[in-house]
């Protein structure tokens, strides 16, 4: 298994976790239980260790794709960018829900507000992770490429009885 395999598999963790995270944090506030707002906190550290793996298997994946025939350094360097991006987003998420965890076990009023930045924090991560994953995505798959960035029109089929 060489390093572009090893990101593959470990892109799609924090991604996932973060949307499944926020999915779980709305649902404990809707039922308005405690115990399922704190595994959405557990949930987004998974996600932002899970973030540091893919980061760190990136540059790896990068040498090896990048010698694919066919292979756009732009669509690389812009997908690099949006990692960077929700990379960064994913660290300060993950470490407002371990001190917002630390907060709620400790039972202090101020977990409320920790909730609070988790939620913004969580959205905004989602945002980034969409661009991430999309950009990802472009590099190989050009089926899901927008038509100018392929630079290919769409094919016409033109019937016999037309000419």
């Known amino acids: 298994m060489n390093d572009a395999h090893l990101h593959l598999i470990l892109n799609h963790f924090p991604i996932v976790g973060v949307t499944i995270g926020l999915f779980v ?7 308005k239980n405690q115990q399922v707002k704190a595994t959405s906190l557990g949930i987004f550290i998974f996600s932002a260790l899970a973030a540091i793996a893919a980061n760190y298997t990136g540059d790896g994946a990068e040498e090896i794709v990048e010698k694919i025939p066919g292979i756009s350094e732009s669509l690389i360097h812009d997908h690099e960018e949006y ?3 929700f990379f960064t987003l994913s660290l300060i998420l ?3 829900a371990l001190i917002t965890l630390f907060l709620q076990i400790k039972k202090l009023g101020l977990a409320k507000y920790g909730y609070i930045l988790v939620v913004i924090l969580a959205i905004s991560s989602l945002v980034s992770a969409n661009y991430v994953g ?3 995505g472009e590099i190989r798959h050009t089926e899901i490429r927008e038509a100018s960035t ?4 769409p094919d016409v089929i033109e019937d016999e009885d037309d000419h």
């Not at 392929?150 to 029109?153: E, K, V």
């Open 25 to 31: 944090l709305i649902v404990g506030y809707l039922i």
């Open 94 to 96: 993950g470490g407002a």
């Open 134 to 136: 999309i950009s990802g």
């Open 150 to 153: 392929i630079g290919n029109q």
């Open 83 to 85: 990692a960077e991006q």
